[in-house]
């Protein structure tokens, strides 16, 4: 366990190079993949051909913006959610006006404060707990909103517990599993000062993200884990993650509007250590662009020429998608009711 980390991960990585006959190598990561990418870039720069990084963990971004950032991104979805409802006939809240999911999330976490919520279909033997406490709803309002954010699931299960069903908000361990995968991974190679390992350190994650979180979500799945990694048993060096890349390769680095997983302001914030790259921002919702499936892959399709062809795209702007080349300057995230919502809804596990 101790060497499982990006260090060991781009060893191998050229170990396959070497194997393979490559003096260069192009890559594509999504996810955690793109710190490794990254790690492998700046260590072997005379070995990177065609780079893609989507969806970006960055490195030198501080444990305080990985919650911040992430806390953020999940009241954008719950937006997004209320966004899609003033559309779509099939939302428990369309016709109901803008705003109307967000006001029925508030309703929900107050009376989740003042009493737990009953689950009917939770309970002993069925996987899920009865009854729903503030945690477990803001912890599920959240997972459900992850990766590819379920928006009709997440309406219908704020309807049906104003009908005295929490259900859908109910907390299911199995959920949990996937983290025990992330949380290697993560403290690994994410060096925490000794004051994160203290709980006013920690706690204080939460509090300085507070100005982000008008919906007083509070839980992130990053603040969690950042917690598992205050245990982490074996040492980690701070040059791994903690301190910034700058590069001068010219890098494609992806981002999508909302992505709750790894928010957009992380892939920013790397790309602004490359001055030579690009940006592309995909405009909607999930995690990753090179991944998502039709209608949506102008994003993906840009990235897959460019890992073919080696052309860059140029600048550009629609409703799909924005380019920004290098030295360019990206602006404010896009409000969440001005970007075209549609739910693909598909997703790698069904809650």
Known sequence: MQYVGTTEVIQDYDSMRTALGYEKIS??????????????AARYPERVDRFVLDAVLPHGAPPQALVTTQTAAVNRLVQRADALCQTDPACPFYGQGNGSVLQAWETVLAQSIQAPLPALSCGPGTGCNSPVTPSDLRQAATLVLTSNPDFPLFSIGLNESLHGDASVFAYRPDRDIRETVVAPLLCSDFELDDDLKTFA??????????????????????????LQCTVWPFPVSPSIARVTLPTDLPLMWMTSDFDLNLPTELTTFAWQQASQSTLVIRHGDDHTSILIPPPATAAGNLARNFLRTGTMPEPSTNVNVTVIGPGGTRGPVPGAYDVPTGCSCWRYEQY
Do not use: C, E, H, R
């Open 27 to 40: 890559f594509a990561g999504v996810s955690y993949g793109t710190f490794a990418g990254m790690s492998y």
């Open 201 to 226: 350190g920690f706690n204080n994650l939460s509090v300085n993200s507070n100005s982000s979180d008008p919906l007083k979500i509070i839980y992130a799945t990053n603040w969690q884990l950042l």
